[in-house]
Every structure is written in structure tokens, then in C-alpha cells.
């Protein structure tokens, strides 16, 4: 049986004041149609898990927003964490879970709030990923590099292994321009997308031989959920537990033993990490411009802009060249569409100020 897990967390800075703490951007329609990319993803995962074997794990500020939209999500499955410990603790509880259920389990873990292209393809993706992890690999979905991009980890190839998988041979951080180039033009490294699937005994026993503090804390809070100690027993032990990404506590060091292996997925994946790539998912007119509106925009004589407005007001243009513009009802933020990553600084900015109410 596959179950999926989403982690629904995180604040989308680089998407500010579109994405908010309180309203972040898993929670938006970015890809100009209807659904959340929270919905979106649920739904391509539908034909794989299920709503019975999904799971959303997302913090106490969201936990009634993702309930409204995903309505169809049996409440169980809804994981409320008490507090943000990064994605080891939140992918390792619905791990603990699962396998409490069905201790042969295969799960995998994917983002909320990626955007995938063509959904048939990563279907057969996942598939083949799920094959290599019954095989008792502990896998991840690698994305074949499309440019040298320098705001994504990397995954290092080696040797072939059953069908399109590889083994991993290291994971490596985000890089210069310089060595992204050197990666593509090798042809030995994947875009590491953070798609992970393994069977959840084989990542338990990773994670406790890596990591057995972490694992011994999420055990004792599985082995107490549905229990009427179950909330006395999160409150206590959740705190406790290391704030370390998935990556770092099991992922790295299980590939230096050669336990991880890769496919390579092309199926238009987008993390729609800022307003410049949120630009080149939005359908765009003849000069380059997107545009995300529940108003009105005129635009004359402007280029290469982004423009997203969530008010009434008309957002007007003029001459405007590789812009960002973006209109919500208390906050306008305009810079240059190659700046779009330093968004965040805007962010750290305020919450330095004491403007914490505007993040």
C-alpha cells in the first residue's frame, strides 16, 4: 500500500506580501487556475494514495484553513504539529504513524506547494520511485537540471542500479553559478526537489540508527496518538525533539552508505520559490508580462513584468521593464524582477522593526 504525506509548512518569505505566516503561499492558487497548490498537489496524488492513505502534516496557524480546503481529508489524517521542527520531525511522526497501521507500508513525501506540469508523467515517476523502495532503497526523485540553477541542492549520480534508478552517491548544497554549470554539463547531477519515498521501516531504521534520540521521541508521541494521553504526550516530547531537516538527520548520512538512490523525474516541476519563477508559471502576454488579479491591471508599453494584485484597485503600468509589482489590501511591494529572491530581506526587515502584524 502507498500512502503519501504532504508537509504543508513554512511561510514563503521570497513570496511576500502575496504569501503571509498566516496565509502562506500552499495556501494560494499560483498557477492561475482555481485549487491551492496545497489542493493541486493532493489531487495528482489522488490516483496514488488516496484520500484514506493521505496525510498533511501543518502547523496549529493552518490546521483550519488546510481542513476547509481539503474537506475530503479524513480528520485523522490532518497531522497538527504543536510547533515548526523542521521536516525530519514532521515527516518522521507520519512515518511513525503509518507504520503503526501497516508496518510494510510505502510512503512518500511531497511538498505542498510545488507545481508539476505534466501530472501523467510524475505519476510514472513515483511509480518507478516505489519500486526502488520496495527493493528497500530509501529513494528521492532527482529533476533533471533544465539550467545551471544556483537555488537548488543538487544530487550526485554514480553507478546505474534496477531500471532508470541510480545510486546517490552525495547530496550537495546550493552552488555558485560557476560549479551549477560544471553540474549540468557533467550530466552526473539531479535538482534535489525534496520528493522522497522509502518503505517506513526501512526510514524508521535509518532514522533511529542516525538519529536515535529523535526517533526514541517521535515513537513514544505514535505510540500515544488516539489515546487520551496523546495531547499531554505531544505537548511534552514535541518540544524536545531536534529541529533538523529531513536532509540533514537521515538523507545525507544514509547516502554515504549507499542506501539512497534516485530517479530522474521531467515532468515540468516549479517550486514557484518567487515572484520571477511565479512569472514563468503564469500565462504570459505577447511582451513577456504575467499577471495574477482578482482586479483590474492596465498595462502600456511594459515588458518581462509580474504584476499580482488581490485589491479592487486599478494596478497601472507604464514603461515598466522586468518589474515586480505586487497589491494586496495593506502592503505594495515593487522591485526588480532579477531581485525577486532578496524579497525576504523586506521580510526580516520588518519583523526587525517591530512590523510583525505585516508578515
Keep these: ?31 492561475g487556475g482555481v485549487d491551492s497548490l496545497l489542493q493541486a498537489t493532493v489531487a495528482r496524488l489522488g490516483p496514488l494514495a488516496g484520500p484514506e492513505r493521505t496525510f498533511v502534516v501543518t502547523g496549529v496557524a493552518h490546521a483550519a484553513a488546510v481542513a476547509r480546503q481539503l474537506p475530503v481529508l479524513p480528520g485523522r489524517n490532518l497531522l497538527v504539529e504543536p510547533s515548526p521542527r523542521d521536516s525530519c520531525a514532521a515527516i518522521g511522526l507520519a512515518a511513525a504513524l503509518i507504520a503503526r497501521r501497516d508496518p510494510d507500508a510505502v510512503m512518500g513525501s511531497f511538498a505542498a506547494d510545488h507545481l508539476i506540469g505534466d501530472v501523467d508523467r510524475f505519476r510514472e515517476v513515483i511509480s518507478q520511485a516505489v519500486a526502488g523502495a520496495r527493493a528497500g532503497h530509501l529513494m528521492t526523485v532527482g529533476i533533471t537540471p533544465t539550467r545551471p540553477e544556483t537555488g537548488y541542492g543538487y544530487l550526485h549520480c554514480a553507478e546505474q542500479l534496477d531500471g532508470p534508478a541510480r545510486r546517490v552517491a552525495e547530496f550537495k548544497e546550493k552552488p555558485p553559478y560557476d560549479v551549477a554549470v560544471g553540474y549540468v554539463d557533467s550530466g552526473q547531477y539531479l535538482w534535489n ?114 504584476v499580482v494584485s488581490q485589491t479592487d484597485r486599478l ?27 532578496e524579497v525576504k530581506r523586506l521580510v526580516d526587515a520588518l519583523k526587525g522593526r517591530g512590523d510583525g502584524d505585516l508578515v
Design 1 to 31: 500500500m502507498f500512502y503519501a504525506v504532504i508537509p504543508a509548512g513554512g511561510s514563503g518569505t521570497r513570496l511576500w506580501p502575496l504569501s503571509r505566516a498566516g496565509h502562506p503561499k500552499f495556501l494560494h492558487p499560483l498557477s
Design 193 to 306: 526537489a525534496s520528493m522522497f519515498v522509502w518503505k517506513v521501516a526501512v526510514f524508521l531504521a535509518e532514522l533511529e540508527r542516525q538519529n536515535p534520540r529523535l526517533h526514541a521521541g517521535l515513537d513514544r508521541i505514535a505510540a500515544a496518538w488516539g489515546a487520551p494521553e496523546q495531547d499531554e504526550v505531544l505537548g511534552e516530547v514535541w518540544p524536545t525533539l531536534e529541529k533538523i531537516s529531513v536532509d540533514y538527520a537521515v538523507m545525507e548520512g544514509a547516502a554515504a552508505a549507499g542506501r539512497v538512490a534516485t530517479v530522474p523525474g521531467d515532468f515540468g516541476w516549479n517550486d514557484v520559490g518567487d515572484f520571477h519563477t511565479l512569472g514563468e508559471v503564469l500565462p504570459g502576454d505577447d511582451d513577456g508580462n504575467a499577471v495574477l488579479s482578482s482586479g483590474r491591471v492596465l498595462l502600456d508599453d511594459c515588458s518581462g513584468s509580474v
Design 315 to 341: 494596478v497601472a503600468g507604464l514603461g515598466l521593464r522586468d518589474l515586480v509589482v505586487v497589491d494586496t489590501p495593506d502592503v505594495v511591494m515593487v522591485c526588480p524582477r532579477g531581485r525577486a529572491q
